[in-house]
């Protein structure tokens, strides 16, 4: 299967937000950006997201005619090729997947996935979905635990360049099979690796937090919680967090 272009940088502010300026220029892609290092990488819900020497740094931007929330659900494909880039480097089921989309290696954080969209005049929709991997190094002043592959592993971690090579692959498969069938083998391969389904869980929205049990994915992508009333409560956006008393 062809993976679209590969553009590379040795430093670049945010590979996202070149994404969006090219987005905005009336570029749609497909093209992977990727960059060595980023001054000003973003993560989710506005956080800082640094990438070292050694890490992986891409963004995919391409255009779609979907809905924006239909759109959205590619963070979920963008989890499943970082987990398939896992099980290559560290083994099959070494790592799990934390809803929405982080790939979780032993209980600590190895990646994060940021996907940004925006309305085209023509109707169509660009999408551009950055994708941070800590191959080589993880940041320890961060809120949740965090790892890298090269903890796991006996030799050197794989170079970026080469682990977006295995990535891309693994992403246009799963988004191949997403727009033939639409979400729910998305969904299905997901749940199959998911972290803490089942589990006790605390969902931190933007203005309010709930104690509950993780029970599953909607076939939209959204998170069941099984409050302790017995109610389901859908979470849409927002962190679960699983441990906490």
Known sequence: MRIPAIEAYDEIDSTNAEARRRAEAGEGGPVWITALRQTAGRGRR????????????????????????DAAQVSFIAALAVADLADACLGPDT???KWPNDL??????ASGILVESGQRTDGLLWVAVGIGVNLAHHPVDVERPATSFADFMSGPPPQPRDALEILARSFET???LWEREG????????????????????????????????????????????LDDGAVLRITAGDVFFGEG
């Open 183 to 226: 979400f729910a083998p998305i969904a299905r391969a997901w749940t199959a690796r998911a972290h803490g389904l089942g589990e006790p869980c605390v969902a931190r929205l933007p203005n309010q937090t709930h104690r509950g049990v993780a029970e599953g994915l909607d076939l939209d992508g959204a998170l069941r919680l099984r």
């Open 46 to 69: 506005g956080r800082a997201w640094n990438t070292s020497t050694g890490n992986l740094a891409a963004t995919q931007l391409f255009l779609t005619p979907m809905s924006p929330g």
């Open 104 to 109: 979780m290696i032993h209980g600590r954080k």
């Open 174 to 176: 799963w988004r191949s």
């Open 95 to 97: 790592a799990r997947l």
